[in-house]
């Protein structure tokens, strides 16, 4: 196990929750991305959507107020906010298709400098391939943000120049936030909006095969 | 008189023949109709064609109607959850097919099949490797793919409420696939916690209404998936 170096998750949410505009509403990915809600700040009002037909989805269920048929995408049991609504499959996937969501927080395995994602494959035949609705919500959700470690359990860069694994979506993500920095997907290439405390950008690109770019 | 009512798990299934394409509803646990699952493994029809979300975990359910080598086909979107082991097995064997669709297209293509239409453009998997071979065309500079509709000789659906109309109501996040299956299918066999009379549901809560539904039968104290699996029961002996 590799030392943290750099934001923790947590961290690494509270970043991204601090970039989430009142009045939002917001996909959140399993993993990583499922801490985001619990940092927005109190004055703002977001609402999050859940792909399995829930719109205003509140916090993970207590124990004993688990409800099997009221979950989230990663199949955990969540809570309804009141102001909530249930709908259908097809609906949901209108919401999410049809361009009414703002933003979405993904995971991914690989993230390129023009903003392709790959996080669904590795291209192995050894693993069942599954992509659920990924594939969805950076076809059709206005901003994609990416939150993920900047690198592999094994060091190998995460960010770069082409991904290595199959693709999720070609020039769809609009910024990247890591452990080691918060990085914009401009046309020109990426851009380093902040670093992580204690990390330099020579370290930065020394853990990044992507070209990297200083405003 | 319409009265889809039916007294049996038996009689719920009776129709099903081998060969058969079958959508499924459920997010997992969440909506899986897992009486009328293990009615169609006592049934015992094969080569069937399942389209679901996942493939179901443990030894129950869909994944026990898999392990018993009724299925020759998934269409779905996420063929791998906790505790889903029946699936991979045979998958990493090639012993079972796997057509993988992105979710929303997966929900979007039963929708059409449902509603008359035979196929339609989407963004969703432009670039990627789900949509190699398929048909491509632009709109206003922006390129889509084809997806072509699903449709299903049955659908199984669970919900929660209904009436001998068929009229249905479900419970949360276990709505998901079942209203768009159960428009989908040649015949759509429901299972309800609980029958009421005619009028019992207002007309403003009906979520499926009854001209999609052919059968619905009553289980009270349906089985939780979860708890099966944690229980490590297997339906098959």
Known sequence: MLEQVGWDRIEMAKKVALDIPDKSYVNLGIGIPELVADFVPK????????????LGMGRVADKKNEDRELVNAGKKCVTTISGASFFHHADSFAMIRGGHIDICVLGAMQVSSNGDLANWSTGSNSIVP????????????KKIFVITQHNTKKGIPKILDKCTFPLTGMNVVDRIYTNLAILDVNKEGLFVKELADNISFEYLKSKTEANLFQY | ??????????????????????????FGEAGSPVELIHALIDKGSKN???????TGSGHVGLAALIENRQVKKMICSFPRTANSTVFPQLYNKNEIELELVPQGTLAERIRAGGAGIPAFYTRTSINTL???????????????????????DFSLVKCNISDRYGNLTYHATARNFGPIMCTAAKETIVQSKKIVEIGDINAENVITPGIYVDK??????????SELVESQIRYLC
């Open chain 2, 1 to 26: 008189m319409i009265n889809k009512i039916v007294k049996s798990l038996k009689d719920a299934v009776a129709n099903i023949h081998d060969d058969s394409t079958i959508m499924i509803g459920g």
């Open chain 2, 48 to 54: 069937l064609t399942i389209i679901s979300n996942n």
């Open chain 1, 43 to 54: 004055d703002r009002e977001v609402i999050y959507q859940t792909e399995n037909g829930l």
């Open chain 2, 130 to 152: 789900l949509s190699k071979g398929k048909e491509h065309k632009f709109f206003d500079d922006n390129e889509y793919v084809l997806e072509y509709a699903l449709k299903a």
């Open chain 1, 130 to 141: 599954a992509v659920g609705g990924a594939m969805d919500l950076v076809a059709g959700v």
């Open chain 2, 216 to 225: 619905v039968i009553e289980i009270e104290n349906p089985a939780h998936e």
